[in-house]
């Protein structure tokens, strides 16, 4: 399974700009499966634009190496791809411990024996991007670093002193420079990149950005590099991304996606239908009320920006609603949490959680996280503990005082209100945790066994 990792050095070197368009680029000829390192939505809505085939994520806070390695067969294979593009995030050594590889980008590079090429900002640098490229490669011996693209060169002149300085210094090829553009900037809001599921101009973009790679970087190196790597991934050595225990009894699983939802690891929705769950994809903004269902499930999103519509859909609140009361397990992350509450900004919401939530200025919550199961609830049994992320702007004004309100205690993260997280009502609980069914390789099967209940 040939592949590669697409490292920068560290955050705004042009990483997802360079890796969508090399996705872009050699999908035109090839099945590309492309994946992001790290808990992430957005990028990979840009890859799925690139390659036309969903876009996966590793994460070794998520996953063990074997679960890593796994979910890159796995995806390799559904998808019949010849090559695996993977985007990493931040700087390739980043992670979660100044000392130590979880979270990072080169604990998936190890993970899957996989090359690296280093993304340089290179911006006023000449000499000094060896250098960098000589540190990159000295700390860690185990990773394989098999080139170097230069972005942000100045001019052609700027770049093959640059190349020259990297090749003779480091005897690491240069695969390519790109000169700075401002015309290739990606949008972004207080998320980071807007999704690419909100607009068509954004497929534009990327093909601006498929065009750029083929015109900049040597697309044959690249693909030397794939081919050329020696190394094998141990398939024998892996690990399920979730339970053998199966829910043999169809059932319905009602997701919304459109604008304001869509943020969802697709091993999650795989996971439900290896449970024989039937995904019935909706939309809150569009739609006038809930698909006939046994059970919600809603990702997170960017429902503050799209709250008037949403608080307009009267229809659809009052479905969702009375969904809740008729006791429908329903398990909700994020941006689905705030959907449930009283309000967004003031505009009327579903109103299962009598609480308001608000947009803020400062990030309220930006980490993984680390939470202890204390309630029954559709998803996971008492006294479990399990990963996640948070990521969000907002806050939901919690006004009561009783921890059995809530399902989870926060152990590492933010959560509500700092200790605990996961609001319960019914059979509903709602998070600003994302997780993904390798940290609770239960999920698919306990939330099927609440829906057929």
Known sequence: MKRIVLSGTGSGVGKTTISTGIMKALSDEFKIQSFKVGPDYIDPSYHNCATNIPSRNLDSFFMSDGQIRESFINGMKQSNA????????????????????????????????????????????????????????????????????????KSQKHYLKTKTAVEELTNTPVIGGITRNPDITMQQRHLGLIPAVERETIKDM?????????????????????????????SEDTTPIWSPNMTKTKTKIAVPFDEAFNFYYRENIEALEANNAKIIYFSPIHDEQLPDADALYMGGGYPEIFKKELSENKSMLKSVKQFSEDNHPIYAECGGLMYLTKSI?????????????????????????????????????????????????????????????????????????????????????????????????????????????
């Open 82 to 153: 010849k090559y695996g593009v993977i985007e990493g995030v931040r700087g390739l050594y980043e992670g979660i411990s100044p000392v130590n590889d979880i979270g990072s980008t080169s604990s998936i590079a190890k993970s899957l024996n996989a090359p690296v090429v280093l993304i340089i900002n290179s911006r006023s640098l000449v000499r000094s991007a060896a250098a960098m490229v000589l540190g990159f490669k000295a700390l860690d011996p185990e990773i394989q670093i098999d080139g170097v693209i230069l972005n942000n060169v």
């Open 206 to 234: 990327v093909e601006k950005w498929g065009e750029l790679i083929s015109e900049n970087l040597d697309l044959d190196m690249i693909r030397d590099i794939m081919e050329n790597s020696d190394n094998n991934i141990d």
């Open 345 to 453: 900004d003031n505009m009327p919401m579903v109103g299962v959680f009598n609480y308001e939530s608000n947009l803020t200025k400062k990030v309220q919550g930006l980490s993984y996280t680390i939470a202890q199961v204390t309630q029954e609830n559709p998803i996971l049994p008492v006294n479990t503990e399990y990963h996640g992320h948070e990521f969000h702007y907002s806050k939901v004004e919690y006004t009561g005082n009783n921890p059995n309100d809530f399902a989870f205690k926060m152990k590492r993260g933010v959560g509500i209100n700092g200790m605990y997280d996961g609001l319960l009502k019914n059979n509903t609980v709602a998070s600003y945790i994302h997780t993904h069914t390798a940290c609770i390789p239960e999920f698919a099967y306990n939330f099927t066994q609440k829906a057929l209940e």
